[in-house]
């Protein structure tokens, strides 16, 4: 180790690694070395750490702002499968036994 400084230490142990502070103006302000590596999680990852606290502190609200989305696509994947074999099912084959009746009753010079 001669050949670094005294007092030296990695970036990864140097006091204030990858931390972020507020200023007085309430401005996130990163340490000049927070790009590298990924020392604390809530750091590189905000708007997570936005709804963990919102969960912790009303659990009902963040409940329904992530649970009403998911329902909502449920439903949706509920009704367009239902649509589905509603026309598959039901309406397709009641187009095609009226169509295969019309076809019979018709001339049967005009077939052809």
Same mark, same amino acid.
């Given at each position: !180790? ?5 007092? /030296?230490?990695?970036?990864? #142990?140097?006091?204030?690694?990858? &931390?972020?502070?507020? *200023? ?18 809530? *750091? /590189?990852?905000? !708007? #997570?750490?936005?709804? =963990? &606290? ?5 659990? %009902? =609200? ?8 998911? =329902?909502?696509? %449920?439903? #949706? ?6 649509? =589905?074999? #509603? ?11 009226? /169509? ?8 049967? %010079? &005009?077939? !052809?």
């Amino acid at each position: !180790m001669g050949y670094l400084p005294k007092g /030296w230490l990695p970036p990864a #142990l140097s006091p204030g690694f990858g &931390r972020s502070s507020i *200023d007085r103006r309430g401005a996130l302000k990163r340490s000049a070395n927070a790009h590298v590596g990924c020392s604390n999680f809530f *750091d /590189w990852c905000p !708007m #997570l750490a936005a709804l =963990l &606290r919102l969960f912790a502190l009303r659990p %009902i =609200l963040a409940g329904s702002l992530l649970g009403i989305p998911i =329902l909502t696509l %449920i439903l #949706l994947g509920v009704a367009a499968a239902f649509v =589905l074999k #509603l026309t598959l099912f039901v309406i397709l084959p009641i187009i095609a036994v009226v /169509w295969i009746i019309k076809r019979l009753r018709r001339d049967p %010079i &005009r077939t !052809m």
